[in-house]
């Protein structure tokens, strides 16, 4: 239950400069930024490890100019970026807030690098729909999960303390000031922390149903593959305390979970010259406009599922990723010599699929674009073995939230800043605009990682002043 309550006269256990709720990547990154600041950061994470969206992603960071996209000849800028999130969200996003992350990504990247020892490279053997320029920052894992457990580590090499097991549920309010809050830790024993500011970086909603069914219906009955914790604390304690939200219909889904494994596969399958084939044996769309909004396409096909095809190729670039060797030893790809083979084992019609199949294969041989204007290239012919992976449409997380400014802090239902509040991660409003199709690959990270620390910084600077 989370609930607002008066500070008068509240006594607390303990007392910090800065509170961070959630130690997921914009947690730890506020972290990391204020305590190198100067200012002592205390972080309180539900979870026993840190965890949050961040760990079930891919890790990866999309940044424009940094020193690694110029080491492999990369021409990019902030402008260039800039210029491709107003277009997939169809400039519905906060031009300062989109600016603010774009310009600090670089810095970012290149500061968990030289700081912090997070040994970051480009993804340069394909690129993600969307993006004008290779810019997506990974760890050599390419899993979020590494990406997590650095940021753990590097914060508490500084000195930053993690609570665990600590459930954050009321916030003590006086005078629009955050004075600190109440938290449930192990036995469910309480514990009063109060603070000179607050940072929610808590999560965002998609893990509480109801709130999927108010502000997002069309993703209410799909598998949800996010983090559990993920049950909208900041959108209830922002609606309690007066403050702006914007943006609650706008989420990142994926058109490509495996099923019935629950592993995600790699849009690269896709990006690479795959395609994706329903039930009845037909394609349906462009596949390539954005994983995102090809969770709801995918729902809306026959029995709720689509098969990814795509061969050998391929195959062999998707195995970067964890999640896609995982999905290989749980047996959730199909192989064959045959296209006639490959439909038997998809329980599809074999001269249906063959015919789109051949379509596609003929469309690339001729550089052309197909029915729904995706354009193939000769580079991508697929050539024996192939595969199939039976996959469907997922809501990953929310991309609403609390409307913040520039540096992270919240904003009030009249325009005004609270004094002492900021908000990151799921807890704020992303860059993706209103609907699933705004968002640009890896919006979810570039903000959480951004926001965070530029509400660490500002925290430190405002308080230290």
Same mark, same amino acid.
């Given at each position: *239950?989370?609930?607002?309550?008066?500070?008068?006269?509240?006594?607390?256990?303990?007392?910090?400069?800065?509170?961070?709720?959630?130690?997921?990547?914009?947690?730890?990154?506020?972290?990391?930024?204020?305590?190198?600041?100067?200012?002592?950061?205390?972080?309180?994470?539900? !979870?026993? *490890?840190?965890?949050?969206?961040?760990?079930?992603?891919? /890790?990866?960071?999309?940044?424009?100019?940094?020193?690694?996209?110029?080491?492999?000849?990369?021409?990019?800028?902030?402008?260039?970026?800039?210029?491709?999130? @107003?277009?997939?969200?169809?400039?519905?996003?906060?031009?300062?807030?989109?600016?603010?992350?774009?310009?600090?990504?670089?810095?970012?990247?290149?500061?968990?690098?030289?700081?912090?020892?997070?040994?970051?490279?480009?993804?340069? #053997?394909? #690129?993600?729909?969307? @993006?004008?320029?290779?810019? *997506?920052?990974?760890?050599?894992?390419?899993? &979020?999960?590494?990406?997590? %457990?650095?940021?753990?580590?590097?914060?508490?090499?500084?000195?930053?303390?993690?609570?665990?097991?600590?459930?954050?549920?009321?916030?003590?309010?006086?005078? /629009?000031?955050?004075?600190?809050?109440?938290?449930?830790?192990? !036995?469910?024993? +309480? =514990?009063?922390?109060?603070?000179?500011?607050?940072?929610?970086?808590? !999560?965002?909603?998609?893990? !509480?149903?109801?709130?999927?069914?108010?502000?997002?219906? =069309?993703?209410? %009955?799909?598998?949800?593959?996010? @983090?559990?914790?993920?049950?909208?604390?900041?959108?209830?304690?922002?609606?309690?305390?007066?403050?702006?939200?914007?943006?609650?219909?706008?989420?990142?889904?994926? &058109?490509?979970?495996?099923?019935? @494994?629950?592993?995600?596969?790699?849009?690269?399958?896709? *990006?690479?010259?795959?395609?994706?084939?329903?039930?009845?044996?037909?394609?349906?769309? %462009?596949?390539?406009? &954005?994983?995102?909004?090809?969770?709801? =396409?995918?729902?809306?096909?026959?029995?709720?599922?689509?098969? #990814?095809?795509?061969?050998?190729?391929?195959?062999?670039?998707?195995?970067?990723?964890?999640?896609?060797?995982?999905? =290989?030893?749980?047996?959730?790809?199909?192989?064959?010599?045959?296209?006639?083979?490959?439909?038997?084992?998809?329980?599809? +019609?074999?001269?249906?699929?063959?015919?789109?199949?051949?379509?596609?294969?003929?469309?690339?041989?001729?550089?052309?674009?197909?029915?729904? &204007?995706?354009?193939?290239?000769?580079?991508?012919?697929?050539?024996?073995?192939?595969?199939?992976?039976?996959?469907?449409?997922?809501?990953?997380?929310?991309? /609403? /939230?609390?409307?913040?400014?520039?540096?992270?802090?919240?904003?009030?239902?009249?325009?005004?800043?609270?004094?002492?509040?900021?908000?990151?991660?799921?807890?704020?409003?992303?860059?993706?605009?209103?609907?699933?199709?705004?968002?640009?690959?890896? #919006?979810?990270?570039?903000?959480?990682?951004?926001?965070?620390?530029?509400?660490?910084?500002?925290?430190?600077?405002?308080?230290?002043?």
């Amino acid at each position: *239950m989370n609930t607002i309550v008066s500070a008068a006269d509240e006594k607390f256990n303990t007392q910090v400069p800065l509170l961070i709720i959630g130690a997921g990547a914009a947690g730890l990154c506020a972290a990391l930024a204020a305590q190198e600041s100067g200012l002592d950061a205390l972080i309180v994470e539900r !979870n026993a *490890m840190p965890s949050g969206s961040t760990a079930l992603s891919a /890790g990866l960071i999309p940044a424009a100019g940094t020193r690694f996209q110029r080491a492999k000849g990369i021409a990019d800028s902030s402008d260039l970026f800039v210029a491709d999130i @107003h277009r997939k969200s169809k400039r519905e996003a906060d031009p300062a807030v989109v600016a603010a992350v774009v310009q600090s990504a670089a810095a970012l990247v290149e500061w968990l690098t030289d700081r912090h020892g997070l040994p970051f490279e480009v993804v340069d #053997n394909f #690129n993600y729909p969307g @993006h004008s320029a290779l810019r *997506m920052h990974g760890l050599p894992s390419r899993t &979020g999960r590494e990406l997590i %457990d650095r940021l753990r580590q590097a914060a508490e090499a500084i000195g930053v303390i993690i609570l665990t097991e600590s459930a954050a549920e009321t916030l003590f309010v006086d005078d /629009g000031y955050i004075r600190g809050i109440e938290a449930l830790r192990r !036995n469910s024993v +309480p =514990e009063r922390i109060g603070c000179d500011a607050l940072i929610l970086a808590c !999560n965002g909603f998609g893990g !509480n149903p109801d709130l999927v069914r108010r502000f997002i219906p =069309e993703m209410s %009955d799909a598998l949800y593959f996010g @983090h559990p914790g993920n049950r909208g604390d900041a959108i209830q304690w922002g609606e309690s305390l007066g403050a702006m939200v914007s943006n609650l219909s706008a989420y990142q889904g994926h &058109g490509s979970v495996a099923t019935p @494994h629950n592993i995600l596969i790699s849009w690269a399958v896709i *990006m690479e010259g795959g395609i994706q084939i329903n039930g009845e044996g037909r394609r349906f769309c %462009d596949e390539t406009r &954005g994983y995102s909004e090809q969770a709801a =396409e995918v729902l809306r096909q026959p029995g709720r599922f689509v098969w #990814n095809v795509f061969d050998e190729r391929i195959a062999k670039v998707a195995r970067q990723f964890e999640d896609f060797r995982e999905a =290989e030893r749980a047996g959730a790809i199909r192989s064959a010599e045959g296209i006639a083979d490959l439909a038997t084992a998809m329980h599809i +019609p074999t001269a249906v699929f063959a015919a789109e199949w051949n379509e596609v294969e003929n469309l690339k041989s001729a550089d052309a674009q197909d029915r729904f &204007g995706r354009k193939f290239l000769t580079a991508q012919g697929c050539r024996p073995p192939y595969h199939a992976v039976k996959v469907t449409g997922a809501l990953f997380h929310t991309q /609403g /939230g609390l409307a913040v400014d520039s540096s992270g802090r919240v904003k009030r239902r009249d325009g005004t800043r609270f004094p002492n509040l900021f908000a990151a991660g799921g807890a704020a409003v992303g860059v993706s605009g209103s609907t699933a199709g705004g968002y640009l690959s890896g #919006n979810g990270l570039l903000t959480a990682t951004t926001l965070g620390y530029l509400a660490g910084k500002a925290a430190a600077e405002q308080l230290l002043s």
